[in-house]
């Protein structure tokens, strides 16, 4: 069972420990990894997506400004876990070089697909939608059109191309906290037009995530197919409950989901995803993963105050994913109706 | 001030009643046109789509089952106001020719473009969103891509390309009875994907159209610009009430509104608009218009029950909407963030 991908030796790890029994992912024993008040005029840093870049790493971040509003961060660091933060917002330009600030940014996603850098974000359209941007150097952040209509959340690129199209995933929602939520695929020849929309995976029977799901780290390559980490929420009488869950989607057609498991990867249980701006959260955004050795960094949000890091091997989460399985013919099936 | 298409001679006409004191728009004098039970197994037609068709007129209409489910019946008339329904509903097939039949259909719109037909609708897309559909001959009606994700209703193509791309009005809604929604302008070049998504208008300060509004009728070509007549929704303590507005969009960028009438232009007073499945409903789907004469014939559907058909005259109305036009920034902008 291998990661089809580069190596990445470099990338943060500690070894499972002993005991665990439940699925096997655990945290990072010096959790979270970004603490509150990282920066001036910022209260929180969470729910951000990191990626290597030039032997070291890079990383979108979500800071909340301390009046509340949210907008994207870059910040730079050499092991991954401690970063350095630009004081000033990532400034995008619109593709005639114009300014263009979104009225608000947040949930990042990093996806690399082939030699350019892209940035899925929520912004204010009318709304809240997704918003794409685009850059090569880290300097120049140029936006995209949005790829979709109002209202969307939870967007994020495959690392590559299949049959010829970016595929994005995306999850609809409504105006507000939304109390439903299914993952949607999308397909661009160009970036700028999208369709062959199609239903990836519902909510679930569990109840672990049978509010709404949405997809979380950019999608990893993998000879058993792409293997995603998203989002589950539960609905409890005091607010809704994120975990993250895991899934394998076909490889050239990633609709189709080949293994889900019924049981959550990771759950709020520490006081740094228990407690904080939204309690009882732990949000995937993206990975590090080392394709010589199997090895699995996930970036997640938690308790919308922090930056948690949890460690996975792919043999064994892939195994427990298998073993766990639990499929529904919305998951089965193409997806197209 | 002239309508830019073709000369309809034959189109249903009554010359506008005396003493009319609000907006020029007038009902028919036997309205409704449609009537209760109209097929077997059919309880009843309403929010339906005309257009003529080879000398005649051909409609597509929402013909709720007894069991409740919309489906769209194929109708025909020679006068445009009486009308003979095919028994069966209308059958689709995929672009490989396969039987498609979506699980529900409702709220049709009929637009020509070019040399086809494109029925838009309201279909189950894992969840409420626009289906596509195209025919030449009103026999063979082949699905196209669904145009976006869900939640969405309220589609209508313009009835000609604009700078080379299909053009196509949305409502994005959530996944219930929407206590909001905007109407946003996406284009095409080729009916497949779909971009450059941008905000029209939003819900107006004003009463009758504060909580909701969507496309209606294909917007008309006119030396003005684009003549929209759309619905706007009022939330009272007993339910929405949808009236009829109008508006005038750029001809070439149609998401700047150029003029919009702060007042309806019609809303429900008659027994057939009050009364009935879901009371207090005047849903324009279709017009039908003579270049020669400035006539306009608007097709609503009333009270979720009924087919009802008013008339205005091209002058009259685009003036009223012009002396009594509010506009916002979101209205005048190009609506893109």
């Not at 299949?162 to 994005?168: A, L, Q, R, S, V």
């Not at 993250?244 to 049981?263: F, H, M, Q, T, W």
């Not at 993963?289 to 091997?313: K, N």
């Amino acid at each position: 069972m291998k990661i089809i991908g580069e190596a990445l030796p470099n990338m943060p790890w500690q070894e499972k420990p002993e005991g665990l029994k439940n699925a096997p992912v655990w945290r990072f024993n010096e959790n979270p990894i970004i603490e509150r008040n990282p920066l001036k005029n910022v209260a929180r840093i969470f729910n951000s997506a990191v990626m290597p870049y030039n032997g070291e790493f890079i990383g979108v971040f979500r800071g909340e400004q301390t009046n509340g509003i949210s907008y994207i961060y870059l910040g730079h660091s050499k092991d991954a876990v401690h970063w350095t933060f630009n004081e000033e917002k990532i400034h995008f330009v619109d593709e005639d070089g114009n300014d263009f600030m979104p009225n608000y940014a947040y949930d990042p996603r990093l996806v690399k697909v082939e030699d350019t850098y892209y940035i899925m974000w929520c912004t204010d359209f009318y709304g809240a939608a997704i918003g794409l941007a685009k850059t090569t150097d880290f300097k120049t952040f140029v936006r995209l059109e949005n790829p979709f209509i109002p209202f969307n959340r939870n967007a994020v690129l495959f690392p590559r191309k299949i049959n010829g199209n970016y595929m994005m995933l995306s999850r609809p929602s409504d105006s507000g906290h939304t109390p439903f939520g299914d993952i949607f695929l999308s397909e661009s020849p160009d970036l700028v037009y999208w369709g062959k929309h199609r239903h990836v995976m519902g909510r679930g029977a569990e109840w672990w995530e049978s509010v709404k799901i949405g997809g979380g780290a950019a999608p990893i390559e993998t000879d058993e197919g792409w293997l995603m980490f998203y989002h589950g929420v539960s609905g409890t009488c005091n607010g809704f409950v994120y975990s993250i869950g895991g899934a394998i989607l076909d490889i050239d057609n990633p609709s189709i989901v080949k293994y889900r498991c019924e049981n959550f990867l990771l759950t709020p249980e520490e006081w740094y995803e228990e407690r904080g701006f939204v309690p009882n959260v732990c949000f995937p955004c993206a990975t590090l993963h080392d394709a010589d050795t199997g090895r699995i960094a996930i970036y997640y949000g938690a308790a919308d105050s922090y930056v948690g890091l949890a460690f996975t091997q792919l043999e064994d989460v892939v195994n427990y994913i298998k073993e766990n399985s639990v499929l529904t013919t919305q998951d089965t099936e193409i997806g197209r109706r």
